[in-house]
């Protein structure tokens, strides 16, 4: 995008028509509208983000590293890296599967199909966490079974994956399904008709065709499933050391008037988002110099 | 499905299936795109590409040259003709059984609990002057972040795509943060920025504006949380905007404040559009990043999400069920908004475009 910048400059700076092309440039036009929006990033952007650090050391190192290294912190975290690590590979192969279909395919009732997918995305975590509540919990559909076989999904690990699943649902297929579709399917057939099997076909000529795009749906699931709070509040139950996932852990903190230590948790957060912005920058680049 | 690398499915549909000759996939896309279907019989001299080139990875140095354009050009052409790929049902089977599995089944859930409610109770629930109220908070202050977030949303991605300025990849990079950062983090760090000993709370109240703990702090979340929607909807098309219908604006005598109104503001509106909404969805729903600065009194601050939450805390499982419902249907009908706008925004950019 910056290479548009020097390729219409005068489009902005210059002062009036009558100058027949010899643009007098009126610089305030761009450094006005630059100085707002800047204003407006550090206002909602920059501010909050520093805040979470500052707030984290504000008690010194000490505060900050007893905190992280708390039991119930570390738990916590690992609970979080679980159900990433769960949901992220379901919804990949998901994603994959459900791009090969509406990509490579033609069928009736594909326009509902997409639809459907992003269908997780326009509902509210709250009621992603409830929906679940409704299925497994012990007034739900499956509850009583599930209690007669002594296991527990809701206020329980299970339900956490699930409900994390759930929310991050659509983000590979939806990276993939425009992708793929702009791609064509002419490789595809190539790949086919020259004795690729389908397996070969996808592993050989799509995947490599999609990995950016495949690869940056993939750093959206990750960073969503490591951060949602509403839909796992939802069914987790709260119980400290077993079904407290990272956020959770901050929200319970805060509660607590232990600002120190929740600002030490979010800072290990903030500090993934940080990186996922980073890998997603990365990404992009490589995307578009591909 | 290994089984099928010797004998790949060729439907009888298919024009070359007959001759005993492979057809090949980008040549038949080629010849398509430039003579039309009929003529397509003089590629059958590319053949011989066909012995086996796949299995020693040739076969991208010999197709590398078709480009996305002839692709395009030939979908309309290709999608007649009954696919030559395998894994249709297995693909469409897992998508669908998974689908359902994940996403509709547990949905309907909430569907089918609410009609163990009789209808008067439902309405008596969903009703109540609490909920109400609940819910002209949350569409008053979703809808005013959203509008923030389309007139800033457009300032950042015009200032993005077209000034430049020190530090300009991180701040565009940064832009995303409102989708990597926890909805609690966020929620958290806002309220210590905007509390009335906060940097920016204690300023701001001073002058007699409170923001965390009423209303006003619920907007700073909601547009904190739509922040990226509207950038990343306009900034793609700001990018693609033809120099040429900007320069013939200007040649022709336009000021630079009617060349924004007049010709480039209308292409960007779809997008503006597409983006609000966006924006507006994810803020009618938003929970973490709202709870810890809204201060969530019953009547003044206390948003939608909320009220399902606590009723679920009071084992209130189907009046929980029933504001759910109410909110479902709502982003439902947004959804098909955003659809509708997404397919207008495209039929506009490809009339344009032409």
Known sequence: MSALAPAVPHLTGHASPRTHGVARRVPWVPIALTSA????????????????????????????????????????????????????????????????????????????????IDLPFSVSPVISGLIYVLVFGLQGWLGPTL???????????????????????????????????????????????????????????TLPNVKWGLLYGVIL???????????????????????????????????????????????????????????????EQHATAA | MASQADTPQIPPGLPFAKGGVLPCGPCLALGVSADGPEKTTSLRSHADVGTSPFAKGGWRGIFGGHNAKTSTATVHIAQRNPSVLPGFHLALGFTIFYLSLIVLIPLSAAFIKTFTLTWEVFWATVSAPRVVASYGLTFRTALLAAGINAVFGLLVAWVLVRYKFPGKKIID????????????????????????????????????????????????????????????????????????????????????????????????????????????????????????????????????????ITKLEQYDYAGATAIAVVMLVASFLLLFAINALQWWARRRRGLEGA
């Open chain 1, 37 to 116: 929006a800047l204003a407006f990033l550090a206002l909602f952007l920059l501010v909050p983000l520093a805040a979470v650090f500052v707030e984290a050391f504000r008690k010194g190192a000490a505060v900050y590293w007893k905190a992280v290294i708390e039991p119930d912190a570390v738990s916590a975290l690992q609970l979080t890296l679980l159900a990433a690590a769960i949901a992220v590979p379901l919804n990949l192969v998901f994603g994959v599967a459900a791009a090969w279909a509406i990509a490579k395919f033609d069928f009736r009732g594909k326009s509902l199909l997409i639809t459907l």
């Open chain 1, 147 to 205: 209690a007669g076989f002594d296991t527990q999904v809701i206020f329980a690990v299970p339900g956490i994956v699930l409900a994390t699943i759930f929310v991050t649902f659509p983000f590979v297929a939806r990276e993939l399904i425009p992708l793929m579709q702009a791609q064509g399917r002419e490789e595809e057939e190539a790949a086919a008709v020259l004795g690729a099997s389908g397996w070969q076909t996808l592993w050989h000529v």
């Open chain 1, 221 to 283: 699931c990750n960073a969503r499933a490591m951060g949602e709070f509403g839909a796992v509040s939802v069914v987790s139950g709260h119980i400290r050391g077993l079904t407290n996932t990272l956020p959770l852990h901050v929200e319970i903190l805060y509660n607590e008037y232990q600002f120190a230590a929740a600002f030490a948790c979010a800072s290990l957060l903030a500090f993934l988002a940080l990186i996922t912005l980073a890998i997603k920058s990365a990404v």
């Open chain 2, 173 to 308: 990079a940064l832009v995303d943060l409102p989708f990597a950062l926890p909805t609690a983090v966020a929620g958290i760090a806002l309220t210590a920025v905007y509390a009335t000993n906060g940097w920016l709370g204690q300023p701001l109240s001073e002058a007699g504006i409170k923001v965390a703990f009423t209303p006003l702090g619920i907007l700073v979340a909601l547009t904190f949380i739509g922040l990226p929607f509207v950038v990343r909807t306009v900034q793609p098309v700001l990018e693609d905007l033809e120099a040429e219908l900007e320069e013939a604006a200007h040649s022709l005598g336009a000021t630079p404040w009617q060349t924004f109104a007049q010709v480039i503001f209308p292409t960007v509106l779809p997008a503006v559009v597409t983006g609000f909404t966006l924006a507006f969805a994810r803020a009618l729903g938003e929970y973490g990043s709202v709870i810890f600065i809204a201060g969530n009194m019953p009547m003044v601050s206390e948003i939608t999400p909320l009220l399902i």
